[in-house]
């Protein structure tokens, strides 16, 4: 039987201590692609490769508080061998946006931030990428001219809206399961067949701040946060790890830090194990190619915002590569904060089996509304106080419960503590000539 999250996890968390986890997935939805692609004529945009995205929002709870949570976007991009004609994709990308990591401080028991940052990544590298390509909502629907009156609309007048309604709830045989499915199914969502190469990466952004996802919880002195410098480091130490752990010899680690050195740049690699680091971005392009076609567009990514900059003041179709960088550390966002990189790996994974999805792992939210509803739950809270962290346990899970019947998964850690090997100092007795020594008394 394949894995499952809290199978992964539990080596990531101490020692039989249970923690909770919420898991939401979005429906995987098809987007415009990531990167600019530059116009070309005689263009067949049936040719074009197919950008999926799907958004996962990780939280972790102790003692029935949220103490920990993660938002990962997961782009999975299908791409087509120029001369093959037939409509399968022959390669794909699976790219892993880490878009926020925050803490609130509020955890009874000590856990690793680092550990569970890996463990969850490592899951999500985990899993078949099938499940994302099975049912994928498409970037336009197109749907049946005959069933075209049959939808509502903002359009449609109220006696037609209800008539629709009625006619819907005569469909007396159909089971609410089997009207889903007619509904739902082809050709309103799009399915495709798994490439058989698929190359793995994973990008982000290092850029310390007082909070990301717990609203306020910077005001808990007992949150720790990492300087700019700090930060670099954990994720730096945590990417080399999973590339040590997960991918091949030959893959890539690329860092890039706006305005640095080289030689400064390769001072943190220095404590890398993966022999493939080296410093620069997986975005491709040389220092003199049009930044616009090579930077990826994130979402709320200080280099999407600053792409976006550059096309209001009509310089994106001559920003190349090298000023980009240059320009991007000059930023206001930049000039308050610490040290700030671009972290990236590329390769292909030695994951054996891949994991299957289950309900019990995953809350799959229908619409990106639902999966922000249920988000906002935990991220919509305050946390200057510890009744931040209880209350939005309190609500999801009742939340889930009410509206699905459901619970968090429950975690037991497995992992032993780290022990931190001491140096040993012998103390040696002072010998000199200026201690007079005491006479004994008697
Ligand atoms: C980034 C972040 C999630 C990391 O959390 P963290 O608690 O510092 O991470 P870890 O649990 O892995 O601990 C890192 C180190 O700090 C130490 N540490 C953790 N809590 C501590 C505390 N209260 N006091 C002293 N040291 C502490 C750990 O022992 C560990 O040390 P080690 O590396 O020698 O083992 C946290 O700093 C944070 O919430 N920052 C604010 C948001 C942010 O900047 N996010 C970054 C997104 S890119």
Redesign the pocket.
Request: charged share 25%.
């Given at each position: 039987m394949s894995k499952g999250l809290a199978d992964i996890l539990k080596d990531y968390l101490p020692k039989d201590k249970t923690f909770d986890i919420l898991h939401l997935q979005n429906s995987p939805v098809e987007v415009r692609p990531i990167v600019t692609v530059e116009a070309q004529d005689n263009t067949d945009n049936d040719l074009s490769d197919v950008t999926i995205k799907i958004l996962h929002f990780f939280s972790l709870a102790y003692n029935k508080k949220f103490v920990f949570g993660m938002e990962i976007h997961v782009y999975i991009i299908l791409k087509k061998a120029e001369n093959i004609s037939n409509i399968d994709y022959s390669t794909a990308d699976r790219l892993l946006f880490?878009s926020?990591?925050?803490?609130n401080g509020y955890c009874d028991v000590k856990?690793?931030?680092?550990?569970i940052t890996k463990g969850l990544i490592r899951y999500l590298f985990s899993i078949n990428p099938s499940h994302y390509l099975k049912k994928v909502i498409p970037l336009e629907r197109k749907y049946p001219k005959s069933n075209l009156h049959k939808l509502i609309t903002k359009e449609t007048k109220l006696d037609d809206a209800l008539h629709i309604l009625a006619e819907r709830c005569n469909e007396s045989s159909t089971t609410k399961e089997m009207r889903y499915q007619s509904t739902l199914s082809e050709p309103y969502y799009n399915s495709y067949k798994t490439p058989s190469d698929i190359t793995s990466k994973l990008c982000?952004f290092?850029?310390?701040?007082?909070?990301?996802l717990f609203a306020e919880s910077s005001k808990n002195p007992?949150?720790?946060?990492?300087s700019g410098a700090g930060?670099l480091k954990?994720?730096l130490s945590i990417i080399d790890e999973l590339l040590c752990e997960l991918f091949m010899e030959d893959s890539i680690g690329k860092l890039r830090i706006p305005g640095e050195e080289p030689l400064t740049i390769r001072r943190y690699l220095k404590t890398t194990k993966f022999k493939n680091w080296m410093v620069g971005d997986i975005f491709g392009g040389t220092a003199n190619s049009l930044a616009i076609f090579s930077i990826p567009l994130f979402s709320d990514d200080p280099k999407s915002r600053f792409l976006h900059e550059l096309v209001e003041e009509n310089r994106v179709l001559t920003t190349n590569l090298s000023t980009f960088w240059m320009e991007l550390q000059e930023r206001q966002e930049f000039k308050l904060s610490e040290t700030v990189s671009v972290i990236g790996i590329s390769g292909h994974t030695i994951i054996p089996n891949f994991l299957n999805v289950t309900n019990k792992d995953t809350m799959i939210t229908l619409s990106k509304k639902e999966y922000k509803y249920i988000k906002n739950y935990i991220t919509g809270e305050e946390y200057n106080s510890e009744e931040g962290a209880l209350e939005s346990y309190e609500n999801v899970t009742n939340y889930l419960a009410y509206k699905f019947n459901t619970e968090l998964l429950s975690v037991i850690g497995g992992m032993t503590p780290r022990v931190k090997t001491q140096r040993v100092v012998e103390t040696q007795p002072v010998v000199s000539i200026l201690q007079p020594r005491k006479k004994a008394k008697t």
């Open positions: 880490v926020k990591a925050d803490t856990f690793s931030a680092k550990q982000l290092t850029r310390p701040a007082d909070q990301y007992k949150k720790h946060t990492l930060l954990w994720w």
